[in-house]
């Protein structure tokens, strides 16, 4: 992985603790420009986390973050907005970039919201509200974007067009894209690079190659590595319950 | 028909009014109000330090504020204690250190009551250029800083995400707030700044569904209650301070009826 003019973002053996227990540790990888990388993993495997080291939120971190980029969009995992700020999405979509009445226009309609443009913030559904999240990081046409888990919430139909969007989002403006999401089914189909997490890097690689892995199947079960075809595979480890690795 | 000093009065709190409209919106958004009492408070110690050593007491008041909020980072991140804690720590000791120092300047001639409730008739023409100078900077600074502390105040980790330095907005903040309270301490009084900075801007959220329009409605209640307080302060004699935020009182519950029709509407 040596860094080249297209890397957008790249982290070296990154860890991040708090109240000394390490969330993740010993991640590296690297978003390059036009290319989408995917993170996967259970619960509490420090996805989230690794997202927010790359967007330089968690300062204090182990290892090297080397960014190449300003122009960065975001899609939190959580976002709650306050009832005492009185907030339309008009007003939420130019939160961080003075952008014209166009480009709002543009982008709500790309994610299908643009008929709530004047709504309150707090009004909105779940759904919506990430539909909105969605219009709001690629509004600004960023050269890097940040997904995290960015259809929670969207109906069925709604979210098979917003992994469209976002495929097609990244081949358009050719900007990286680090998603996090639990749809396998997605990861497999339109992702370049799949890093599997569970507090360090179970493995990474091609989703076929991932899929093939036995850290993957023992992750996500049978049906998961079921999507690709399966090669079968040693463990050259196990987890114990404290998240300590052994080696077979 | 008025004397001078109402004139005097009347300028200098068009012009804290004009300041305190937009800082009060961010006090209500951040949750900021018992920070703003603290400061407050321990700008008695500022006054009681500018009496001691023959200085200006916007000035003083600035300075020891100023102190007092990067003392309150600092604990911050050094204890455990909770924030509310820590605030009223700062804010009673603060306030107690100022009035013990009060107490050993018994031979200065010295009117708290104008120090805790403001006195229009004490508003020189210094003041005033003090009060219009300074406001100007802190509002010029704020719209600089606005981008950043308003896109943190609705979500830090998109701010910070997307370069925009949330940390350094809120730390000139800070700043602007201790510079507000020793511009305006003058007419509302030290007890009162606070109330100055929350009740306009909770009226103006009442009727507001945006963030400009909340703003501008707070500079308008901030302009109504100073002129309205300042008249009947006149009128009736009372406080200056007191006479202010009543008046605001007044338009906040006005503005409740706003609300209650929106319920209606609703249902």
């Known amino acids: 992985m040596g860094s080249n003019n297209n890397t957008l973002v790249k982290l070296k053996n990154v860890g991040y603790h708090q109240n000394d227990k390490w969330l993740v540790k010993g991640v590296s990888l690297e978003v390059e420009k036009g290319k989408i990388v995917t993170l996967i993993g259970p619960n509490g495997s420090g996805k989230s986390t690794t997202a927010k080291i790359a967007l330089g939120i968690y300062k204090k971190i182990e290892g090297e973050v080397e960014k190449y980029t300003n122009k960065v969009g975001y899609v939190p995992q959580k976002v709650s907005i306050d009832w005492t700020l009185p907030l339309r999405v008009n007003d939420f979509m130019v939160l961080t970039e003075n952008l014209k009445d166009d480009a709002i226009n543009e982008a709500l309609s790309l994610t299908g919201v643009v008929h709530l443009k004047n709504k309150n913030l707090g009004n909105l559904s779940g759904g919506e509200f990430q539909r909105v999240l969605l219009a709001r990081a690629i509004s600004k046409k960023p050269e890097l974007l940040v997904l995290d888990e960015p259809v929670q919430g969207v109906d069925f139909t709604g979210e098979i067009a917003l992994y469209e969007l976002i495929k097609k989002i990244s081949d358009d403006l050719n900007c990286g894209i680090l998603l996090i999401s639990h749809d396998l089914h997605t990861v497999m189909s339109a992702t370049d690079h799949v890093v599997c997490l569970n507090g360090h890097v179970c493995c990474s690689g091609s989703p076929i190659d991932v899929a093939k892995n036995m850290e993957y199947k023992a992750l996500f079960g049978e049906q998961a590595s079921q999507i690709l075809s399966v090669y079968e595979h040693r463990h050259d480890h196990v987890h114990s319950s404290e998240g300590d690795i052994k080696k077979n | ?267």
């Open chain 2, 1 to 267: 028909m008025f004397d001078d000093f109402f004139i005097r009065a009347l300028i200098a709190g068009i012009g804290v009014a004009l300041v305190t409209g937009p800082l009060g919106c961010f006090v209500v958004w951040r949750r900021l109000s018992y920070f703003g009492d603290t400061l407050a408070h321990s700008a008695l110690l500022g006054v009681t330090i500018a009496y001691s050593f023959e200085l200006n007491i916007a000035v003083s008041v600035f300075l020891v504020s100023s102190i007092i909020a990067l003392f309150l980072i600092q604990l911050q991140k050094k204890t455990n204690l909770p924030g509310d804690a820590l605030l009223g720590l700062l804010a009673h000791s603060s306030l107690a250190v100022g009035l013990v120092v009060i107490g050993f300047l018994a031979f200065i001639r010295f009117d708290i009551m104008g120090l805790l409730f403001g006195d229009i008739l004490a508003v020189t023409v210094n003041d005033l250029i003090i009060i219009w100078f300074g406001g100007a900077l802190i509002l010029l600074v704020l719209k600089l800083i606005w981008k950043p502390l308003f896109a943190s105040t609705v979500n830090y980790e998109l701010a910070e995400a997307e370069g925009l330095n949330p940390d350094r907005a809120k730390a000139i903040f800070t700043i602007l707030m201790a510079a507000i309270i020793a511009i305006s301490i003058k007419m509302v009084g030290l007890l009162l700044i606070t109330g100055m900075l929350i009740i306009p801007a909770a009226m103006a959220r009442n009727i507001s569904d945006n963030p400009q329009k909340m703003v501008l409605f707070s500079v308008i209640g901030g302009l109504l209650s100073v002129i309205i307080g300042l008249f009947s302060s006149l009128e009736f004699n009372t406080a200056s301070g007191p006479s202010i935020i009543t008046a605001s009182l007044v338009l906040f519950i006005l503005s409740l009826l706003k609300i209650k029709q929106s319920i209606q509407l609703k249902n």
